[in-house]
């Protein structure tokens, strides 16, 4: 089994700043994108940023320039650093990762998070 961690999560000011992680952990032989998405309450889930295993990243317009996704292959953890934070940016933030489980599996598997509570307020 693969399993997905989030943490980093919390209470913020407009302008203010976190930094989310998502660690992955179980049977891993490979992992190729690892994202970001959010859902705020009464919306559907979107994509914020994601990147490739090479670094390559996209992200969200509404996110440009304020946040940057990162990842550490070795740790198999992937960053969002999130600046500038607006009240637009409340929401459950997941993590999302491709994960190929061993050397006979020839496919890759998506794994969500349980997600992180981001709340940006005064």
């Known amino acids: 089994q693969v399993q997905l961690v989030e943490s980093g999560g919390g209470l913020v000011q407009p302008g203010g700043s976190l930094r989310l992680s998502c660690v992955a952990s179980?049977?891993?032989?490979?992992?190729?994108?690892m994202g970001w998405y959010r859902q705020a309450p009464g919306k559907q889930r979107e994509l914020v940023a994601t990147?490739?295993?090479?670094?390559?990243?996209n992200y969200a317009d509404s996110v440009k320039g304020r946040f940057t996704i990162s990842r550490d292959n070795a740790k198999k953890t992937v960053y969002l650093q999130q600046n500038s934070l607006k009240p637009e940016d409340t929401a459950v933030y997941y993590c999302?990762?491709?994960?190929?489980?061993?050397?006979?599996?020839?496919?890759?598997?998506?794994?969500w998070g349980q997600g992180t509570q981001v709340t940006v307020s005064s």
């Open positions: 179980g049977t891993i032989f490979s992992i190729n994108d």
């Open positions: 990147i490739t295993n090479g670094g390559n990243t």
């Open positions: 999302k990762a491709g994960v190929r489980t061993s050397i006979s599996t020839y496919y890759y598997r998506e794994y």
